[in-house]
């Protein structure tokens, strides 16, 4: 078991892009990392390489409420606190205009982004009120405030961690618990062959003759967000990189 002086960082989607970057960020900063995710095998190498000792993991789907009960048992045989939940799984599927999108990528984006992710709260939340202290870090996204076209779906199921995250802090007043919604733009990882289903070509055209944020960068963000004094809470944080802006609003005949 743990030593309980090193903080304890939960991180959901620790199998790729800004979860294994966090998971990497937090080591190295000397906390103790729980990474999870469905891919077992990929779970299992980063704990290779960051070590058992700092590294533990464990299998999990937020779409699945056995899997978060089994987290939860999990962690309460840890026996220690837990100081950061960082609510990172998620994903977009398609880019289709919404009278020709697929109906099943609507549904496992919002069962992933919105239901996965309120669980997994309700399901830590209660252990960091008992604790009277706690961090929620959500990964929301730059689609959850601004529209652009094919995003119909998963900027909305963003919007929802968005006014998700205020709403928990409304609620947690006086707990100790705080709440963050960071908010990245254009990021380069799996994010877009997992959008594209697998067609990894179409996936880095996307990235293609800009420069895009990197997983570390927001794994930077998150550590940031996590080391402020107890008594600062960033409610959200947005960032895009520098090649990414704004459009006018379309006009159309
Ligand atoms: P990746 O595809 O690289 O990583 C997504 C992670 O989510 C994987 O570890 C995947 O693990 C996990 N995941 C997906 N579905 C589930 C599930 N049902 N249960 C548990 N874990 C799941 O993408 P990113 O790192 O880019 O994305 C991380 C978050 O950041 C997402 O919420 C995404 O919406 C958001 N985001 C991404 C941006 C980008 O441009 N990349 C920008 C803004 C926000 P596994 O498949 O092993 O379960
Ligand atoms: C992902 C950011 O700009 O690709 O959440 O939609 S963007």
């Known amino acids: 078991m743990p030593s309980s002086d090193r903080k304890l960082v939960v991180i959901t989607g620790a199998s790729s892009g800004f979860g294994m970057a966090s998971a990497k960020k937090f080591v190295e900063q000397g906390w103790l990392v729980l990474a999870t995710a469905r891919r077992e095998s990929r779970l299992e190498e980063l704990q290779k390489e960051l070590g058992a000792e700092n590294c533990y993991i464990k299998r999990l789907d937020v779409t699945n409420d056995e899997s978060i009960s089994d987290l939860v ?3 309460s045989g840890m026996q220690v606190e837990i100081d950061l939940l960082l609510n990172n799984a998620g994903l977009a599927l398609g880019l289709s205009p919404a009278h020709q999108a697929d109906l099943n990528d609507w549904q496992t984006m919002i069962e992933t982004n919105v239901i996965g992710l309120a669980k997994m709260t309700r399901a830590i939340l209660p252990m960091m009120v ?3 202290r706690g961090h929620i870090i959500n990964i929301g996204s730059i689609a959850g405030t601004y529209p652009y076209p094919g995003a119909n779906v998963y900027g909305a199921t963003k919007a929802f961690v968005e006014q998700f995250s205020l709403n928990l802090r409304a609620d947690l007043a006086g707990t100790g618990v705080r709440v963050t919604n960071i908010e990245p733009g254009l990021a ?3 994010f877009s062959e997992v959008r594209f289903h697998g067609d990894k070509e179409k996936a ?3 990235y293609e003759q800009v420069e895009p944020l990197v997983a ?3 794994a ?7 080391s402020q004094p107890k008594h600062v809470n960033i409610n959200r944080l947005e960032l895009m990189p520098t090649c ?3 459009s006018p609003l379309a006009i159309t005949s």
Do not use: L
Not at 220 to 226: D, F, H, L, T
């Open 216 to 218: 570390e960068d927001i």
């Open 204 to 206: 880095a055209s996307i």
């Open 220 to 226: 930077e963000s998150v550590y940031w967000c996590a």
């Open 188 to 190: 380069q990882t799996e």
């Open 130 to 132: 008992e604790q009277q």
């Open 244 to 246: 990414q802006s704004f």
């Open 73 to 75: 048992g999990f962690i």
